[in-house]
């Protein structure tokens, strides 16, 4: 299984970003896809999750009404598209799969190896 993520880089507060993950390895559209992201000495924090339909969606409060999750089945990708960025969303972002919808890492035993997002202010 792999799952590679890109497109974070560096973006000033305001600005947009879109993070894409390919996966590889699974059967794609039957997984639940995530979004999480770390700080160093920090909790690995929840982001975002979608069904594997793209018909159930939850994101986490700090990034509702900003952040955009989505999914392309058919290219085996995750994307989140990220606007209104603030330099506290600055953090390495990693995708994940798993078999259910949850905000718990744990609950995902996939992951990918992580994208740099360093929002300046």
């Known amino acids: 299984v792999q799952l590679q993520a890109s497109g974070g880089g560096l973006v000033r507060a305001g600005g947009s970003l879109r993070l894409s993950c390919a996966a590889s390895?699974?059967?794609?559209?039957?997984?639940?896809m995530g979004w999480f992201r770390q700080t160093p000495g920090k909790e690995r924090e929840f982001v975002a999750t979608?069904?594997?339909?793209?018909?159930?969606?939850y994101y986490a409060d700090s990034v509702k009404g900003r952040f955009t999750i989505s999914r392309d089945n058919a290219e085996n990708t995750v994307y989140l598209q990220m606007n209104s960025l603030k330099p506290e969303d600055t953090a390495v972002y990693y995708c994940?799969?798993?078999?259910?919808?949850?905000?718990?890492?744990?609950?995902?035993?996939?992951w990918g190896q992580g994208t740099l997002v360093t929002v300046s202010s």
């Open positions: 390895g699974i059967t794609f559209r039957t997984y639940v």
């Open positions: 979608i069904s594997w339909s793209g018909g159930t969606i």
């Open positions: 994940a799969a798993g078999s259910e919808i949850a905000v718990v890492g744990g609950s995902y035993p996939y």
